[in-house]
Each structure stands twice: as structure tokens, then as C-alpha cells.
């Protein structure tokens, strides 16, 4: 997890240097600010998006290379391409039929990735929910205190993991998160959990080996309030 965190940093302050010396073309693909949001217009194509302080709206069918902010929220519309989605503090939110070549991530928020989805990488984040519906991701699920909702004709190839936290986290009043794989839904590879969680698991869903929960079976559309 210190990982996202590291490359999106070295990956912002990189992409400013080069783009303060390059060409007016170059700069005209890409966009790169220390405050202030950006906008992907609607069925454009663009570079690199990124910045500081500020949030990132990709609106829909628009094509971007990637996409990262240190303090605020992505949200992206329907149909649309990007290489990958980041940020540190904030959510990130995706409208049907996107298309993500690589990973989703977040440190403090949640992310939620709406019907059609297809995602060639990995979905992490901290302290933040996950939510998909009938989605496709090749990689797996990474988190350390979110709720983590496999939804409806999802289908997760790389397992989930919940990472062990530090001793602050269990010092604070925290839920036990949740974690639901919902209708038809399949989670290929490991399901580990490295400390508690509460795991439903719906009678027509698929899952591979459990470590550290045991699955409680549930019919209708979710499971009962805990």
C-alpha cells in the first residue's frame, strides 16, 4: 500500500517538472497543476491528468492516459478510456461501460465502479469502501479497513486481501467492516483476512479459499442489517 502512495507522489512531481520545459504541444495534451481542478471534456482525448489540490471530472466517452490527484475526488462518466485513476484523499467514482487498462487506487476514500466496468488492473485503497457492479477486474481487491461490496454479476480474478492494520487503527472504535459477494457474482484466487471482518456471501455466488472469516451464506438481493 506504501507503494501507490510513493508512485503517485514521485509520479505527480515528475510529470510537473516535465512539463514546465516542454514543448507547447506536449502541453497541450497533457494537464498538470498544483491547485485547482481539471475537466476532461466529453468524447475528447487528453494526456495525463494530474494534480495537487484540486478534484478530476472525466466526462463521458472521453479518452485519458492517466489520471491521479493528491487531494480530491475523481468522478468519471460513461464510456469512457483511461490507463488508470489515483488519488490520496478522495473518492473515486465511475459511471457505466468504463474502460481502465490498469489499477484503481486510493489511500482515504472510497471507490465504486458502476455496471459494464472492465478493469485490467487492480482496485486498492486504505480507509475507504469498494463497491462494483457487474464489473470485470483482472486483479484483485487490496484494503485495510473498508467495506468491500462484490456486486451483482461481478466477477474479481485476482481474490481479496485485507491487510493487517497498525496499532492505531485497532486502538480507535471501529466497525467490523463488511464484505458482500452479492448475486451470480465469482471471485477467482485467495480471499484472505488478515483481521476481522464480517463475510456474506450469496448462495448463487462463487468463491475461492477463505483464510482468517468464515462465509455466511444469504439469499435475496443482500444480506441482513447487522
Not at 457505466?96 to 466496468?117: M, Q, Y
Not at 462494483?132 to 461481478?154: K, M, W
Not at 474479481?156 to 497498525?166: D, E, F, L, N
Request: no cysteine.
Amino acid at each position: 500500500m506504501k507503494r501507490t502512495r510513493t508512485a503517485l507522489a514521485l509520479s505527480l512531481a515528475i510529470g510537473m517538472a516535465v512539463l514546465a520545459t516542454a514543448p507547447a504541444a506536449l502541453a497541450q495534451q497533457s494537464i498538470s497543476k498544483v491547485n485547482g481542478s481539471i475537466s476532461a471534456d466529453t468524447g475528447q482525448s487528453y494526456g495525463d491528468l494530474e494534480t495537487v489540490n484540486g478534484s478530476i471530472r472525466i466526462d463521458d466517452g472521453a479518452s485519458v492516459r492517466d489520471a491521479g490527484t493528491v487531494n480530491g475526488a475523481i468522478r468519471a462518466g460513461a464510456d469512457i478510456q483511461v490507463d488508470s485513476l489515483s488519488t490520496v484523499n478522495g473518492g473515486i467514482r465511475v459511471a457505466e461501460n468504463a474502460r481502465i487498462a490498469g489499477d484503481v487506487s486510493t489511500v482515504n476514500g472510497g471507490i465504486f465502479i458502476d455496471r459494464g466496468g472492465d478493469i485490467g488492473g487492480s482496485i486498492e485503497t486504505v480507509n475507504g469502501s469498494i463497491g462494483l457492479v457487474d464489473t470485470d477486474l483482472a486483479g484483485g481487491i487490496e484494503t485495510v479497513s473498508g467495506d468491500v461490496t462484490v456486486g451483482a454479476g461481478s466477477h474479481v480474478r485476482g481474490g481479496i486481501r485485507y491487510h493487517k492494520p497498525g496499532m492505531r487503527w485497532f486502538s480507535m472504535k471501529r466497525s467490523t467492516p463488511r464484505v458482500i459477494i452479492g448475486p451470480d457474482a465469482r471471485v477467482d484466487g485467495e480471499l484472505v483476512f488478515e483481521h476481522e471482518v464480517s463475510l456474506h456471501v450469496h448462495r448463487s455466488a462463487q468463491i475461492g479459499p477463505v483464510t482468517g472469516a468464515t462465509a455466511v451464506r444469504f439469499d435475496g438481493a443482500t444480506p441482513q442489517e447487522r
